[in-house]
C-alpha cells in the first residue's frame, strides 16, 4: 500500500495540532540576526542623512545659521522614513517572514487605547520628573525653554496649511515610523539574541540617544523605556503606538498653549 501524502518520513511520529502550530509560529516570528538590525538600522539611516543633506545643499538651506524653510519638515520627513520604510520592507522579504505585520508584530488590539493616558501622562509628568534633577544641577543647560525650544521652534514656524503637516509628521508619522524601527525591528528582534530586559533598555538609549539632544535625552530615555515597557507586556506594537501619538499630540498641545 501506498503511503498517504500527509504521512511524516518513514521514522518520525506525525506532529499534534500543538506541534504544528509552534512550527508555524516559529516561521511567523523568525528572528533577525544582531547582524541583520545593525545593517538595516546603519543603512536606513545612513541613506536617509545623504538624502536629507543633499535636499538641504540643493535648496542654499544648509549652514548653522539658516533657518529651515516650512516646506523642509514635509520633505525631510519624507527622505528620513522612506529609506527605513524601504529597508524594512527588504528585510521582511529577505530575512523575515516575508509578513510586514508580523515580522514587525504591527497589530492593535481595543486595550491599546490605555496608551492615550500612557502618553498624556508621560509628556505631562514623568518628562518634567526626570529633568528635574539636571535642571538642578545644571539649571542654564537644562532650562526648561531649552528642553522644549525644538518643538516650540516647529509650532512657531507652521501656519495655514504647514501646521496641517507638522500634525500629521510630528503626532502620526514619527510615532508610527519609530515604533516600528524601535520596538518593531530593534528591541522585537533584539530580544531573541539577548534578555528581553537588556534589549528593552538598549534600544530605549539607542532611541533617545539619536534624537541627538542632550537636553532632551533624560527625559526621551524615560519615556522610552515606557514605550519598551508598553511593547515588552503586550509583545505587539498597538500600545506604544498609541502612547507615542498621545505623547506627541500633548506636547504640540502645551507648546501651543502655554
Not at 37 to 49: D, E, K, P, Q, R
Not at 55 to 78: D, H, M, Q, R, Y
Not at 134 to 142: G, I, N, R, V
Amino acid at each position: 500500500m501506498s503511503q498517504s501524502p500527509w504521512a511524516p518520513p518513514y521514522g518520525q511520529e506525525p506532529m499534534s495540532g500543538e506541534s504544528q502550530l509552534e512550527q508555524q509560529s516559529q516561521l511567523v516570528t523568525k528572528k533577525f540576526s544582531v547582524r541583520a538590525i545593525l545593517g538595516i538600522w546603519t543603512a536606513s539611516y545612513a541613506i536617509a542623512i545623504l538624502l536629507t543633506t543633499l535636499v538641504l545643499a540643493s535648496t542654499g538651506n544648509i549652514g548653522e545659521k539658516v533657518v529651515e524653510p516650512n516646506w523642509f519638515l514635509g520633505v525631510s520627513a519624507v527622505s528620513l522614513w522612506g529609506p527605513f520604510i524601504l529597508g524594512l520592507s527588504i528585510a521582511s522579504r529577505r530575512v523575515g517572514s516575508g509578513s510586514f505585520v508580523k515580522d514587525y508584530f504591527l497589530s492593535f488590539r481595543l486595550i491599546d487605547l490605555l496608551g492615550i493616558p500612557i502618553g498624556v501622562l508621560s509628556q505631562v509628568f514623568l518628562v518634567g520628573i526626570v529633568t528635574w534633577p539636571f535642571h538642578l544641577l545644571f539649571p542654564e543647560k537644562f532650562d526648561p525653554k531649552n528642553v522644549e525650544k525644538r518643538a516650540r521652534d516647529l509650532f512657531d514656524n507652521a501656519h495655514g496649511i504647514w501646521l496641517v503637516v507638522l500634525v500629521i509628521v510630528v503626532v502620526f508619522g514619527a510615532p508610527i515610523v519609530e515604533e516600528l524601527v524601535y520596538r518593531g525591528l530593534i528591541q522585537g528582534h533584539l530580544r531573541g539574541s539577548i534578555n528581553e530586559i537588556a534589549a528593552l533598555f538598549m534600544t530605549a538609549v539607542w532611541f533617545a540617544g539619536i534624537h541627538l539632544q542632550i537636553v532632551e535625552f533624560p527625559g526621551l530615555l524615560a519615556f522610552a523605556i515606557v514605550l519598551g515597557s508598553c511593547f515588552h507586556f503586550t509583545k505587539r506594537l498597538g500600545m506604544s503606538v498609541v502612547a507615542h501619538i498621545a505623547f506627541n499630540a500633548t506636547g504640540l498641545i502645551l507648546v501651543a498653549l502655554l
